[in-house]
């Protein structure tokens, strides 16, 4: 039972470099979102999606794309990786109707030197 | 001001004691109250999920909301070394319907 499954879990780049978080659920739950944990901060919510072909902006949309091609799959691109998007990054889902009952990944920490 | 607050600790106690966590919060719509426990270098998992206010209760886990004050808590019953995490509280409600996050608080329980 893998639940949400994130790759990788830990990644350093450059500033300027790009790259792709992956996220894939097998609960077949409609809603996922992206979040970054930092410290004294919580949980800030990145970008969510209510099904295939929907996403929409969270708290902290700058600097990060998202697509939704499919109900398992949900990954986060960085464009141009900056400092300040060193962070812990959450995937998460949640079945439909219950979006505060949320099943979190284990987590990519990404540091940008 | 943040839309909620939660002390960050940390909390240390031994293990048997009765430990209480808290979160405050401004937004009077908020119906859903939400705690998470994550554990070091994990994501987090859902804990208790209430609505509206009263308390529910799971094992030794005892979750009591208070609207009227815009209060919540946690409270663990007989700690044990493996509730050692930091435990976040989550809320959501009203128009946008967004969940929010306290920033968590770390406890430490000491065998």
């Known amino acids: 039972n893998a639940g949400v499954t994130q790759t990788p879990k830990f990644q350093v780049l450059k500033t300027g470099q790009s790259m792709t978080l992956q996220c894939a659920q097998d609960?077949?739950?409609?809603?996922m979102s992206w979040y970054r944990q930092d410290p004294g901060m919580g949980l800030r919510l990145i970008h969510y999606s209510v099904g295939a072909g929907i996403t929409d902006q969270g708290e902290v949309p700058n600097g990060y794309n998202v697509s939704r091609s499919t109900t398992e799959d949900f990954p986060l691109r960085l464009l141009s990786a900056a400092p300040s998007q060193t962070s812990v990054y959450f995937c998460?889902?949640?079945?439909w109707g219950d979006g505060e009952k949320l099943f979190f990944g284990s987590g990519t920490q990404l540091s940008v030197l | 001001q943040k839309e909620v607050e939660q002390d960050p600790g940390p909390l240390s106690v031994p293990e048997g004691a009765i430990v209480s966590l808290n979160c405050t919060y401004s937004?009077?719509?908020?119906?859903?109250f939400m705690w998470y426990r994550q554990y070091s270098r994990k994501g987090p998992e859902l804990l208790m999920y209430t609505y509206s206010s009263g308390n529910k209760e799971d094992g030794r886990f005892t979750a009591q909301v208070d609207k009227s004050s815009k209060y919540i808590s946690l409270f663990i019953r007989d700690s044990q070394p493996s509730d050692s995490a930091t435990y976040l509280c989550a809320m959501s409600g009203g128009a946008t319907n967004k969940l929010i996050f306290g920033t968590g608080t770390l406890l430490a329980v000491q065998p």
């Open positions: 937004n009077s719509a908020f119906q859903y």
């Open positions: 609960m077949n739950h409609e809603y």
């Open positions: 998460a889902s949640s079945p």
